[in-house]
């Protein structure tokens, strides 16, 4: 995690603002409306009879590889109350819309003379910004240098402006370029003009939106996310972490049997291995006035480790046989490409287990390869060597990631983990969350325990769907368990690993109307910034730092914490930095603590922000007395004001590190 607080504005002109965005979210409606007006559905769904005033919980799983939208209709009584994935109609091929529970997460950036006029249409729009989905997909398979993938992943890296147009990271300059954060409004568009196409009398702006975010997303990039929702006008979207959301599927499918499968004393470990990410989070069953509750107890490190990186682990391995084979070095572009054909074939391979091999081409300009391209195979064999031997290794529970020293310049790209090894992270995880569950009654480890001991575990993430890693996965997990005289793991099953996130967001709407179990969460860490102390200078020595909590582990959505005792000097009108901090770990911690010593395994120092606070009428360089007052909002992203001690006015720091203007 890197990084969290950026610009900073009054929050007094957030209301013209929310005005102006108003005004153009009515001009979006009315000109969808107009084009609903002469445009027909080429969906089924749309035979549906609407009703003004239907009300829904959607679910939106904002995907690195795939987004899927689900719904319930609030209005049915609670043992009717029936999920719906909608079919979401996309462009597979020019001139060709097909519907599909998934829209992949790709956007192309097709040159002008590439498709032909009118071979884009929608049934909402003639000439849509973007080809987003599965045109998308197909295209970049074959011009790689235009396609827009992983924009979730770019969201949370902190070394980039992600409003900035940097996608595709790697594309010539004759190729145009657009932000993470645009991409990631493009899908959200997307989705949002389907609902109402097959819904004309439910805007989505008026049902109940969830849309899902991985547990360890910082507080920047949930704000990001946010934002992207709110410019296409879901200002009412809230925010859910996609390991809840896939226990509430989970929940949810059992028809109310979830009860007779765990037990007051359980620790459920869900583990979503998606396109990007590797997810962990861990959910305590607890108990209060007789009835079972559900407490997240614990949220992994941001791993940018998944879906991706296998697919890129087989195509340097399938690059390394075809150059021995040919004779021929593999251009960057040529690369790419065998990237994704590796993906379709790593799919084929594990989805049908009589198949031993896949053939592969790979285009080329060069005359000396026969017919243009350049050809070799994809084997099982080649897939369990590189992929479950590579990133799920047979270890030990005390072996760690290997952390080796960056080189000091880098080409510009995602900060993928330097270490494969994905049962390594979750052994480190699990060691580092060993007292997570000390304050818990009925949750006992023997006194030899070198980690926390989960008792049942769910899997979430469309890597899992092959049974050759979740076997493995779990395999080591229970060697684990069986090493410390500790029982084996419980599997809990029947979720769709595809589905689950988006449909357990939808049933989480109707949890919020106190119809189900709710899991308690709040902040997936707790967050600090750095006060510098007021002391002379010392030739050699720089001024003494404390971590000040300004947000403690698990503070819940809808509350605010003020520390009207604790007063600081704020510098306006002039270049400041501060510096932040974050725990995962650190559970006793309340608003207002102050640390004067800690240890790298304890606070993870984020990137240092430097901005200038506006002056609204006072002197460029004036220190105000001030205190701070911070919040988790409904929608669950983090808020931090400085608030004058002499006139209560109030500076908004916003979470929002990498956003430029608009």
């Known amino acids: 995690m890197n990084g969290l607080f950026g610009h900073v504005n009054q929050s007094e002109s957030t209301a013209s603002e929310n005005e102006d965005q108003q005004g153009k979210v009515d001009e979006l409606s009315a000109e969808s409306s107009n084009e609903n007006e002469i445009q027909q559905t080429q969906s089924s769904e ?62 192309y950036l097709a040159h002008d003379a590439e498709i032909a006029e009118g071979s884009t249409t929608l049934p909402w729009t003639a000439k849509p910004d973007y080809l987003v989905g599965d045109i998308a997909r197909n295209l970049g398979s074959k011009t790689p240098i235009r396609l827009v993938a992983s924009a979730k992943s770019w969201l949370c890296h902190a070394g980039v402006d992600c409003k900035e147009s940097i ?33 004309p009398g439910a805007p989505l702006e008026q049902q109940d939106v969830i849309i899902t975010v991985p547990a360890s997303f910082d507080p920047a990039a949930r704000e990001l996310t946010v934002e992207a929702a709110r410019s296409i006008g879901l200002n009412q979207a809230l925010l859910l972490e996609e390991p809840q959301s896939a226990l509430y599927s989970w929940i949810d499918n059992s028809l109310g049997d979830w009860r007779n499968h765990v037990s007051v004393g359980d620790i459920i470990l869900v583990i979503d291995v998606g396109g990007g990410t590797t997810d962990l989070s861990l959910i ?10 559900l407490t997240r107890v614990a949220v992994g490190d941001h791993i940018l480790l998944g879906g991706d990186n296998m697919d890129l682990a087989l195509a340097y391995t399938i690059k390394a046989k ?13 690369v790419q490409a065998l990237t994704h054909a590796c993906r379709d074939a790593k799919e084929k391979i594990f989805n049908n287990p009589e198949m031993d091999n896949i053939p592969l081409v790979v285009p080329s300009r060069g005359s000396s390869l026969i017919g243009g391209t350049l050809r070799t195979e994809l084997t099982r064999e080649e897939v369990d060597k590189v992929l479950v031997e ?9 072996d760690r ?47 030899n325990a070198s980690f926390l001991h989960p008792t049942a575990i769910l899997f979430n993430g469309g890597v899992l769907k092959a049974d050759v890693l979740a076997d493995r996965l779990t395999k080591v997990l229970n060697s684990w368990l069986v090493s410390e005289q500790a029982p084996e793991l419980r599997m809990l099953e029947g979720a769709d690993l595809d589905l689950a996130v988006a449909k357990g967001a939808a049933y989480y709407g109707v949890v919020r109307q106190g119809k189900g179990v709710r899991i308690k969460g709040g902040t997936a860490a707790s967050y600090y910034v750095g006060v510098e102390s007021a002391m002379p200078a010392v030739p050699g020595m720089p001024p003494e730092v404390e971590a000040l909590c300004i947000a403690p582990f698990g503070m819940e959505e ?19 930095r501060f510096r932040f901090f974050a725990s995962n770990n650190r559970r006793d911690d309340l608003v207002g603590t102050r640390l004067d010593y800690w240890t790298d395994e304890e606070l993870e120092e984020l990137d240092e922000i430097e901005i200038t606070l506006p002056e609204e009428g006072r002197t460029a360089g004036e220190v105000i007395p001030v205190h701070l007052s911070a919040a988790v909002t409904e929608v669950g992203t983090l808020e931090l004001h400085a608030v004058s001690q002499q006139d209560n006015h109030r500076w908004k720091i916003e979470f929002d590190v990498r956003a430029g203007e608009n």
Request: net charge negative.
């Open 322 to 334: 075809m150059e021995q084979e040919s004779g021929n070095r593999l251009e960057a572009w040529q």
């Open 46 to 107: 749309s035979e549906q009879v609407e009703h003004e005033g239907t009300k829904y919980s959607v679910g939106i799983d904002l995907g690195t590889t795939h987004c899927v939208l689900s719904y319930v209709d609030l209005t049915q009584d609670e043992d009717e109350i029936t999920q719906q994935v909608m079919a979401i109609p996309q462009l597979t091929a020019p001139g060709v819309v097909e519907d599909k529970k998934q829209l992949p997460s790709f956007l």
């Open 401 to 447: 990631p290997v952390s080796r020293p960056r080189s000091g310049l880098r080409t510009k790209g995602l900060p993928y983990a330097q270490d494969a090894g994905i049962t390594r992270h979750l052994a480190a995880f699990l060691a580092k969350q060993l007292s997570a569950t000390e304050d818990l009654e009925h949750v006992n480890l023997p006194e």
């Open 167 to 199: 996608l595709p990271s790697e594309a010539p300059e004759e190729v145009n370029r657009i932000s993470p954060f645009q991409a990631t409004r493009s899908y959200l568009q997307h989705m949002k003009d389907a609902w109402e196409n097959l819904h």
């Open 558 to 576: 809808g509350t605010e914490k003020e520390l009207p005792d604790d007063e600081f000097g704020l510098v306006i009108g002039e270049p400041v």
């Open 284 to 293: 305590a069953v607890t108990e209060q006035q007789g009835n079972l509750e």
């Open 390 to 398: 590579g990133f799920l290794p047979e270890v030990a529970v005390s």
